[in-house]
């Protein structure tokens, strides 16, 4: 029995020894299959691995040779805003060139003894909105008030500047400007010549328009018109520009006439602003 159980015992043994044996071959079977399945996936895909980043790596050349780098792209906007900056620059200078002329007259009313100027550059682009109204770069920090006068250098021997308008809105550091072509903004004038009076009250197809106080006024083309200095916002003697028209309203109860100003309304570039 004993002998029996010993035998048994022994065959139990060895089954395990022999599936240990298989279990260590088949482990590294398995290990080799892998490693060979590895190299198979390496050797079927490394090319296709390569040919994409080759790919890849062209395409990237292509669109950084075609739009720039993020880093060329930033130095090329940087050249741009350079570039515009400086373009800026020489338009200001030729134009100051151009204007050397307007320069002068500037500089020539400024020396008038008569009158107290500040200078203010006109910061409205609109050349459509500038006949009627536009902003300076001048404020309540430069002293400027409601209805005080605009005007801009001619160059004219006898009258150094013309009348433009007044501020009608004062801000911190800029203000608004209505000019005599706006309908509201009614001008009394009178003939320096024969000391008739009259109103601007119109404008139309760039020309300023007008009437005398009296039918019987004795006016003609090419009489100076100037401030009356009535209403107390335009001061007596500002000139304003010479008649180039005069004609009877059709029931003839009214003397019209069209006034020329020496003012380019539609490039303005600098003005005075007339301190009282």
Do not use: C, W
Not at 152 to 176: D, F, H, L, P, R
Not at 224 to 231: A, N
């Amino acid at each position: 029995m004993a002998y029996r159980r010993k035998k048994k015992n022994n065959k139990h043994f060895f089954i395990t020894v022999i599936l240990l044996v298989l279990l260590i071959f088949t482990s590294s079977l398995t290990d080799d299959l892998v490693e060979a399945g590895n190299n198979i996936t390496n050797t079927i895909f490394k090319p296709v691995n390569k040919a994409s980043y080759s790919i890849t790596s062209e395409i990237i050349k292509a669109i950084e040779d075609t739009i720039g780098s993020k880093q060329t792209r930033a130095e090329v906007e940087k050249l741009k805003i350079e570039n515009q900056n400086l373009l800026k620059e020489n338009a200001n200078l030729m134009e100051v060139i151009n204007r050397k002329d307007f320069l002068k007259a500037e500089n020539d009313a400024i020396k008038n003894q008569k009158y107290e100027y500040v200078k203010a550059q006109v910061i409205n682009s609109d050349v459509k909105s500038m006949q009627e109204s536009f902003f300076i770069d001048k404020g309540k920090k430069d002293g400027i008030k409601v209805n005080d006068v605009i005007l801009q250098a001619i160059g004219n021997s006898e009258y150094s500047s013309a009348v433009i308008g007044k501020v009608v809105k004062v801000n911190s550091t800029t203000s608004k400007i209505e000019t005599i072509k706006n309908s509201s903004n009614d001008v009394s004038f009178i003939n320096s010549r024969s000391g008739d009076y009259g109103v601007i009250d119109d404008y139309k197809n760039k020309k300023i328009s007008g009437y005398m106080l009296e039918v019987s006024s004795d006016v003609k083309n090419s009489d100076t018109l100037i401030t009356s200095g009535i209403g107390g916002v335009y001061p007596k003697g500002l000139y304003l520009g010479e008649i180039s028209n005069v004609i009877m309203s059709k029931d003839s109860l009214r003397k019209n006439v069209t006034i020329d100003s020496p003012a380019d309304f539609t490039h303005l570039y600098r003005v005075l602003v007339l301190r009282k």
